[in-house]
């Protein structure tokens, strides 16, 4: 979603002479490593202890940093009184806007430049204006954490508070429509939709409410710097390895390849570990001090300086005629993305290719608050616009007496419902299809309240999800043969634990023919060719369409070198099929030579070829979209209004699926996520002060052990002609729909409709 419109709005339409092969991907249904269960590559080294994560990095004379956070929400600084912390034992460095050297707000988020990476265009330690409770306004730096921690308790700020929005009611009135920002166009229309309403045969129109999230991975934000003159290291647990050390090459006036960001694991990403205020402070002051220098987060800093999830209001209004077929679709509605910030929480996304509709009216209002800027958190947009769009439906389902299931499947579009181009692979109606057998739907009382177990009340609810298909521009890999036989494939590309690395080795396996276990893969570096950021479940598919790239570009490289006394002599590149440890004629494949053979006689140890994917072009003249059926059974108590969810399950189509064990776990991690979105996740803002009042995991919940049930996954795995391998991203459409099964299963259990996310207990009492 993020890169569809950008790419669109960059290339402007694109004939279909000019899409990349007429000819699918050769290895789509192709039986070899892809798609069977290879353990992670990176499973060994964590379960070991041997992983090392950016705040474990040893060096030597390394100080310590902590922040300090403003607390109040916009003014000026009147006094920062520094001599107490600076007298504290075992402080090096306090840095404020007194003394922080000048440095530049990095650029906003944008696809097509890579050196714009930021959640913020705030400055940074500039001067003495505060944005937003909880901007950094000065950082400790001590020879241990404890030292750094205790000193920034010690220093002393007054402020000249200045009125400042920070209630979404009121900014409402202030709301903005941007014509395009890194997405689609947030203004779309098709027919007369309000008309078509008003005159319909059934109708719901309701608003919805979803709640601020925020980002709560397992490893917190950090990063160990150490300059050596001027040549830069940092050790980060980043999303974006290779734009991360563009940025700071630019922000600090140092050479690109002077800049190295290493960040081999990220304990957790799901669009939080970008680029924040936290780096430039850490770089600037490790340069001040003269050490080595790591600056970890504690979960509270998180909270105060990186956005999550932005609070939404949204309207969905759809209108049907006797059979259930919509006539009017409409999904407005607000969120929250200041001047300063990058995310415009893309809620009407998922709407715009799930149903078909005689009419569509589609806005997205932005307001401006007074808060830290949202970010992209799992499916932004969808997670919470499938909440509002499939509640509706099962609303109408309810007011028409059709089965949920029946009504999305008498509304599915054909083709894109607002553009008209073609799916590229579509089959919601199989995931349907085999999601409602597997589940049991068939035992669900259409009635509310009509299935009870002693205290217990119990329902069966459903939901769609979706997630469009994003190939990245620019993805670039090396491919190194060895004379050992084996592979290595090298590129920045950012391990998060989902399994990103284990899934190229395996196709890396089958493009060359040669066993899994001789291939190495090289990740984590920014000096390695570029990988796009670890975002828009793309980097999975990014990443395999650099790989098809450079296998194509490997013959070229190869032939040469196997000279006149191979069985290849005198073919040309476009006849050679690589395979079985080698290449071979691709019209007479017992003309064949192993790599070993060729690199032998001509005495090399190795061969490189670097190649970057094709534009993708693909997104242009196809709809590329996932979908996914989502199932839930829960149980709800009559005397304290506590759920319980017995059973979810999620049935996909995205595609094929290039490795069922890490995708099993994508997918259920996904809505595990789904699951605290409908249940538990809320970041409770006091809008009196624009202060965040529960900067915690005690206070914050997330859904622990005992929250959550058995989750079954499956897929229709049929593949996509139109991208590499046939895959489509799966790391977000997991969390998208769960939340209005939830909601619907809760209705069905109780007959009380919750629009407002988290459905907690008090709201069914
Ligand atoms: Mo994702 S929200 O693009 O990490």
């Known amino acids: 979603n993020v890169l569809v419109g950008t790419v669109r709005s960059a290339l402007g339409w694109v004939p279909a002479q ?84 000048r440095v530049s707000g990095p ?38 954490q404890e030292q750094a921690d ?73 990063l160990t710097v150490a300059w050596e003159g001027e040549k830069l290291t940092v050790h980060d647990t980043t999303q974006m390895i290779a734009s991360e050390a563009a940025t700071l090459a630019k922000l600090f006036g140092l050479k690109r390849e002077d800049v190295r960001v290493l960040s081999p694991f990220v304990g957790g990403g799901f669009g939080g570990k970008g680029f924040w205020d936290h780096q ?31 609070a939404t209001e ?41 149903y078909r509709a005689k009419s569509f009216e589609i806005l997205q209002r932005h307001i401006d608050m007074a808060v830290v800027p949202n970010t992209f958190m799992r499916a932004p947009g969808e997670a919470i616009g499938t909440f509002a769009l499939e509640s509706a439906v099962d609303e109408l389902a309810h007011e028409l007496a059709i089965d949920p299931i029946e009504l999305r499947l008498r509304n599915l579009p054909d083709k894109h ?8 692979q579509h089959a919601p109606a199989k995931s349907w299809a085999d999601g409602a057998a597997r589940f049991g739907w068939d035992r669900r009382s259409a009635t509310p309240g009509a299935r009870r177990e002693g205290e217990w009340r119990i329902g069966m609810g459903c939901g769609s999800g979706s997630f469009p298909y994003i190939r990245m521009p620019g993805a670039a890999v090396r491919l190194t043969i060895r004379r050992d036989g084996g592979a290595t494939l090298a590129c920045s590309a950012q391990e998060m634990g989902m399994g990103t690395s284990t899934v190229l080795a395996q196709q890396v396996a089958d493009r060359l023919g040669i066993p899994l276990d001789a291939v190495v893969i090289e990740t984590g570096d920014s000096d390695l060719p570029p990988a796009p950021m670890a975002g828009g479940s793309g980097q999975s598919v990014s990443i395999a369409g650099a790989l098809l790239a450079a296998s194509e570009k490997l013959p070229g490289e190869l032939l040469p070198l196997a000279g006149n006394d191979s069985p290849l002599a005198g073919l040309r590149p476009g006849e050679i099929r690589l395979g079985q440890e080698g290449m071979a004629s691709a019209a007479d494949p017992s003309r064949h030579e192993s790599f070993r053979s060729i690199l032998t006689r001509a005495n090399l140890d190795e061969v490189s070829v670097t190649a970057t994917g094709t534009p993708p072009l693909e997104m242009m003249k196809f709809a590329m979209h996932s979908t996914a059926a989502m199932f839930c059974e ?19 189509d995205c595609g094929t699926i290039l490795n069922p064990r890490t995708a099993a776990s994508q997918f259920r991690g996904g809505m595990i996520m789904g699951l605290g979105l409908a249940l538990t996740e809320e970041t409770l803002l006091d809008e009196r002060s624009g202060r965040i ?35 489509r991203g799966i790391g977000e459409i997991g969390i998208t729909g769960v939340a209005a099964a939830v909601a619907n299963a809760v209705f069905n259990a109780t007959g009380k409709r919750v629009r407002d996310l988290p459905i907690t207990l008090d709201k069914l009492l």
């Open 18 to 101: 000019w899409l990349p092969g007429g000819t699918p991907d050769p290895l789509i249904g192709r039986r070899g490593e892809v798609g069977r269960q290879a353990a992670r590559l990176d499973g060994d080294a964590k379960v070991q202890g041997q992983a090392r994560f950016a705040a474990e990095v040893p060096l030597d004379n390394l100080c310590y940093a902590a922040l300090v956070h403003s607390t109040i929400t916009r003014g000026r600084i009147t006094r920062l009184d520094t001599a107490r912390a600076e007298a504290a034992d075992g402080v090096l460095l306090v840095v404020s806007h007194h003394n922080m050297p």
């Open 107 to 144: 650029s906003l988020i944008a696809i097509t430049d890579p050196t714009a990476v930021g959640n913020s265009s705030l400055p940074i330690l500039q001067d003495d204006q505060v944005h937003y409770n909880g901007q950094v306004v000065a950082a400790v730096v001590a020879e241990t």
């Open 150 to 222: 205790h000193a920034a308790s010690l220093i002393a700020i007054d402020y000249a508070a200045e009125p400042a929005e920070t209630r979404f009611e009121e900014a409402k009135s202030g709301a903005r429509i941007i014509p395009s920002l890194l997405i689609e166009r947030n203004h779309l229309s098709l027919g007369k939709a309000e008309r078509e309403l008003a005159r319909a045969a059934h109708a719901v129109d309701n608003v919805y409410r979803t709640p601020w999230q925020n980002h709560n991975a397992i490893e917190l934000h950090a």
């Open 280 to 310: 430039v402070v850490a770089v600037a002051a490790a340069r001040m001090v003269g050490r080595p220098l790591r600056l970890q987060l504690s979960r509270e800093s998180v909270y105060r300086i990186v956005g999550g999830r932005s």
């Open 314 to 354: 949204q309207r969905v209004a759809i209108g049907a005629d006797q059979e259930g077929r919509f006539t009017a679709l409409i999904h407005n509605g607000y969120s929250v993305m200041p001047p300063y910030g990058a995310c415009p929480e893309a809620y009407t996304l998922g709407t715009r290719s799930a």
């Open 417 to 424: 419902p607002i553009t008209g181009a073609p799916f590229s």
């Open 634 to 652: 829960l149980r709800v108590s009559d005397v304290t209004g506590e759920i319980r969810v017995d059973r979810l399950l999620g049935s996909f």
């Open 693 to 727: 009042m529960n900067p915690t995991l005690a206070d914050y919940h997330i859904p622990a052990h005992l929250d959550v049930p058995d989750i079954e996954v499956m897929w229709t795995g049929i593949p996509d002609p139109r991208s590499p391998l046939g895959a």
